[in-house]
């Protein structure tokens, strides 16, 4: 995967994808991207390659047993308040 692409902002608020980044990542004309801003940035990727994020870094986690860890810590802090 190559590096840097430079980008301008058009009117309407469009940017063009230079055409080296689509064909490297697979984006037709048409394919819809989601843009996800962060701290850091803003990511730009499809759904299917946003969904394998998620799953890669929620490998080996047990998101149940977190959120049911979280929600009884939630109640024991109401009770004593």
């Known amino acids: 995967m190559s590096g840097t692409e430079s980008m301008r902002v058009g009117d309407r608020g469009r940017v063009v994808l230079p055409a080296a980044m689509r ?3 697979n ?12 701290k850091r940035g803003v990511i730009l990727t499809t759904r299917a390659e946003l969904e394998r994020l998620v799953r890669e870094q929620l490998a080996g986690t047990d998101v149940v047993a977190a959120l049911l860890e979280e ?11």
């Open 23 to 25: 064909e490297r990542r």
């Open 27 to 38: 984006w037709a004309e048409g394919t819809t991207l989601i843009a996800i801003e962060t």
């Open 71 to 81: 929600r009884r810590a939630s109640s024991v802090r109401e009770d004593n308040a």
